[in-house]
């Protein structure tokens, strides 16, 4: 397919340089066909001479059937003082099948002197026949000039000199490469337009490091002095800061500059693509990601989310479904009525901002957040509190009394931590106990246990993730904390919040929120 | 101080409406003095019209006695049809009592007639009324020319007139807002060459947001264009994606563009200061950020590694040790080492990087750092670590078993939890009872108890803070938790850490290090 920039997604190989990045053949081959499914044009899927998975994932790749993307392999010019033909990195290269082979080569003399410790004239003729090699076998072949735009501020002549090397011997992608990641845009810029003048017929690439913070502007910025072809990686990982983040920059390729990037209506899939690759990669998306993040589209302050409700062009640059994103109106005591009363609309769609019920709300909160509540992150509290305020909320079961005991060490045959719990349903009590690991997790293990038989679909519902935030240090072990927990049935997820000095309490509450928020839902379901 | 760029950090405003952060009033004082000590021009400390801990911070902040920095209180022009003199949220302002005076007002005529509803005329006044107001009582008057970009893309002519309004009525800087983070380095160069035109002697600023992952790009961009003030947030917390992260602005422009924006000699103290902020709003530092991170300057592949130790120049932007950070070596041994030597060296000078106690203190941490546990923020624990492994020490005291009940309601006469401890000091026993507000405090006042009779010197710890973080929220109440202490006897401060899967367990491990730490120095003291 034709795009008007060519993307290549490096994820399998430079972002698997990243710290902390591993990838097993099953997670390789995942990754491919999620990036096959947003429909870069090519996956540059591992470097086959440098370890033996790289090369098995190329014998299995050829079975995979893929729809938009192409498959290259990565690797390096021959070997100082021997013939391409017996280099057994350049036979590698070959045996690995892609149709795609992107050759690094030096463009930094000080490299080509003292890393390599080659001639000048010897690194060049390294370039030449690597690719003619490749071309005689019929592959494209991207020639990435690494460091080239610290080698233009080096020694600049000698970096053309190796870009005029890979013109002539055939290259169909001459990739400029901020290895080290520290140039600044306009240094991008003059290098690109330097390399047009003299290789106006081949297609000229950018591969931007995250070392100055500049990865997605240097990348942009080289688009914009004419580059068509980009490398990154979806999420953004790669050796030291990383690589241009894909999921950043095809966005704005595609949304502010009109550049076609990815087959039309994939952009909407890019968030929910990114996230499954970090999610292989067992990585976060950090909550403030540019487009796809969690928090990309979240106002805060009262005048914003004001604003927002006005007219969203007023905060927002984009309009958050264009990558498949939404608008939160968060809660907080800078915040305002009018992110309250949003809220509220979903229960009750009558409400308006001066209703009571909102402008009792607004005084709770503030009250509240003084207390060290906060609702940002725990929405299905928040709805818990409007269904109270506006008395449309019976609880559907009350603890009557608790006990946890922690012993170290343990007794026999019984973790350290056990739990009772008494529960009141309707008239009916029930008391059960259980032990966990920690004394929250056998207060919530025993609480389970005693509402199952009232509430069978509460088995579903599983804890995800379990914060704790000391609210005031100072205070030291008699410090407020608060709880926030994130619960799960398998299809919804939902954050609840707990607060107290006794981080147990704290605990109880949030778990208290989640189970009585799905028995809401359950109940409203029936109805 | 006179710096080639003035910096003005907003953590404590728009990075305060950043998800997740929220400050309590003696957050907000350690922030201000991790700032001043790193020495930034200006600190935007809060809005005190939007709410009372922020007025309350500017009456306690008068008394601080910063050394670098000068405050300002942050606010937005009158409000539409009324006197200046008679708008509250003016008067919040005066009262705040600091010497800068940071005015927001509209630049995109959008937002003046659908989110403010007014008249243009009327805008320019309220822009051009408060300023002179503030620059009559005295103040330095910053005035932030919201959505500047987006309003010279929508009316250019309005957008420079809301400009020269301000400059006419005095103000003593403009600052140039890519509120919705949108734009792209060439709309900032010209939006900036364009103001430069008609306000030729006032200092121009820049305000970027990072909704496109280029508000560093754009910061630079509108310095090399001319602006001499620059906002941000140091750790690049903000409203949605986030501000300018100045940890990684200050070091290029200082670096690489020369140009001075902190006292001599604190640019090393970077990361450390960034760290530290990120530690009061409770957030982590990413591993990738740019300069400062942890990952910044680690080299993974292999030829990577090669090319580092035959010149760093070759795979690095700049020298680490610049900002504070240092190199690591993913695959060799050699990382970590130069580290651990200065410390085991405060204890044993005679200790070089080769010896095997800093060889098999590398090996352990990195077993434990893999297991949760960090000594970066603990260094009374990593001392004691490093005294075991020396063999020079021996605990005064063992914990021989402990019990700890948490019950809601609570019985009468007695606090929600209660613990005792028996503990081994040489060869006596000693068994004592406490109670507490929640479980970890009454296992500490337990353990103080007992252990008093032996040490009296113990009464005089009291511990100063309290944090927990959950390392991997992903198994809920089963996760690991890392507890860090702080405790000081009135003269040093020490912090501890312990980890486990049960909170307990882990509180016990960072109380017990310490107690130890504060009888190894009583001890040393009497030899």
Known sequence: MNFDIEILDTTLRDGAQGEGITFSLRDKIAVTETLDELGVSWIEAGNPASNPKDMEFFRLASSLNLKNSRLCAFGSTRKKGINVKDDSQICSLLEAGTEGIVIFGKSW??????????????????????????????????????????????NKDYALSTIKAAVE????????????????????????????????????????????????????????????????????????????????LIPSLELKLNLRCLPEGNLVSIGELTRRVAEIA???????????????????????????????????????????????LLLSEIGGRSAIVEHVKKIEPSVTKDHPVVVSLAEKIKKLEAEGW????????FEILIRRELQRYTPFFSIEAYRVLSEHPASENIQCSH??????????????????????????????????????????????????????????TSAKVRVLIESTDGQKNWNTVGVSADIIEASRAALVDSIEYKLIYEAEKKE
């Open 169 to 248: 011997a055939g290259a169909d992608r001459i990739v400029l490469c901020d290895t080290n990641g520290g140039n600044f845009p306009a240094s991008i810029e003059a290098g690109v337009r330097d390399v047009i003048k003299i290789a106006a017929v081949t297609q000229i690439g950018i591969h931007a490091h995250d070392d100055a913070g500049l990865a997605l502007a240097n990348s942009i910025t080289a688009v914009q002095a004419g580059c068509t072809h980009v490398q990154g990686t979806l999420v953004g990982f790669g050796e030291r800061c990383g690589n241009t983040a894909l999921s950043a």
């Open 282 to 328: 067992n990585v976060s998306i950090y909550d403030d990601m540019p487009y796809i993040g969690s928090h990309a589209f979240s106002h805060k302050a009262g005048m914003h989310v004001d604003g927002i409700i006005k007219n969203s062009r007023s905060f927002e640059h984009i309009n958050p479904s264009a990558v498949g994103n939404e608008r939160r």
């Open 374 to 381: 906060a609702y940002e992150g725990a929405g299905a509290s």
């Open 109 to 154: 003399d000080l490299h080509v002197k003292e890393i390599l410790q080659a001639e000048l004239q010897e690194n060049i003729a390294m370039i030449s026949e690597t690719i003619t090699f490749f071309k005689e076998q019929g592959r494209t072949v991207i020639f990435d000039a690494e460091h080239f735009f610290d080698g233009c501020a080096g």
């Open 419 to 476: 739990a009772w719990v008494k529960v009141l349903v309707g008239e009916q009590y029930e008391i059960a106990a259980a032990e966990g690991v920690g004394p929250v997790g056998a207060l919530d293990n025993a609480l389970r246990r005693a509402l199952a038989r009232f509430f069978p679909v509460l088995e579903k519902i599983r804890l995800e993730d379990y914060k704790v935030r000391v609210i005031d240090g100072k205070e030291a």
